[in-house]
């Protein structure tokens, strides 16, 4: 069965410097998808960010960049430039593309940007 | 595109009690999923269709839950019998299969068992 582990249950970071969310998993699938999604305070979960197993070059969206190692099975996720809106829960999901294709998350990473 | 719609937003009954939670899906998409958060942790899944078929469900889904999706469109979920281990929040997200790997969220419905 797969698993994944954030490791980091609150961080916080000042406004405009940057954080890294660290997020590991383990399976032994070789074909599958990573995700980054957030979920503010009271708000419905959004994607931040998605990654497929078989690419080696990491994914970027905008502030947001992922490290994936894949031997490691390790699945970062960093914001550069934080903004107060940043604050929020992010959870790292895993799916297996072979499968039914629901997500296994993360417990999650609380985030807060302090001004 | 109006995005993935939940009713009620939330929900309070007492113990014993049935209740049914509505997910309306992005309206092309396929596969629609539904999850349980509780306080603390993420989203667990629950079941998914693909169309109306019911294709999976987990063994989180006791006796007392079912699902449906009759015509391919909005599912409904129902939890008879409620019990205080059922306060959750109860999330629905939809996908294109297999054109699409991403599961877009509703806004979730949350429940209070009393």
């Known amino acids: 069965a797969q698993t994944v582990t954030q490791s980091q249950p609150e961080m916080s970071v000042q406004e405009a410097e940057t954080v890294t969310l660290s997020c590991t998993y383990d399976?032994?699938?070789?074909?599958?998808?990573l995700f980054w999604y957030k979920q503010p305070p009271s708000r419905q979960m959004i994607l931040v960010i998605r990654q497929e197993a078989y690419k080696q070059q990491n994914a970027t969206e905008n502030r947001f960049s992922v490290n994936f190692q894949k031997a490691a099975k390790s699945f970062s996720l960093k914001i550069s430039d934080s903004q107060l809106g940043d604050t929020a829960m992010y959870f790292c999901a895993f799916m297996n593309r072979g499968s039914q294709g629901n997500l296994i998350f993360g417990k999650g990473t609380k985030l807060s940007v302090k001004p | 595109d109006t995005g993935v719609s939940q009713n009620p937003r939330h929900k309070i009954t007492k113990r014993g009690q049935n209740v049914t939670f509505r997910c309306d899906p992005i309206?092309?998409?396929?596969?629609l999923y539904w999850y349980r958060q509780t306080l603390g942790q993420g989203p667990e899944f629950l079941t998914y269709f693909q169309n109306e078929a019911q294709l999976e469900k987990s063994r989180l889904l006791s006796d007392r839950f079912s699902a449906e999706r009759p015509k391919g469109s909005f599912s409904t979920l129902e939890i008879q019998r409620t019990e205080q281990g059922d306060s959750a929040m109860y999330l629905c997200?939809?996908?294109?299969?297999?054109?699409?790997?991403?599961?877009?969220f509703g806004p979730g419905t949350r429940l209070l068992v009393l």
């Open positions: 399976t032994s699938e070789s074909n599958y998808y």
């Open positions: 309206s092309e998409h396929n596969r």
């Open positions: 997200a939809s996908s294109l299969y297999p054109r699409g790997e991403t599961q877009y």
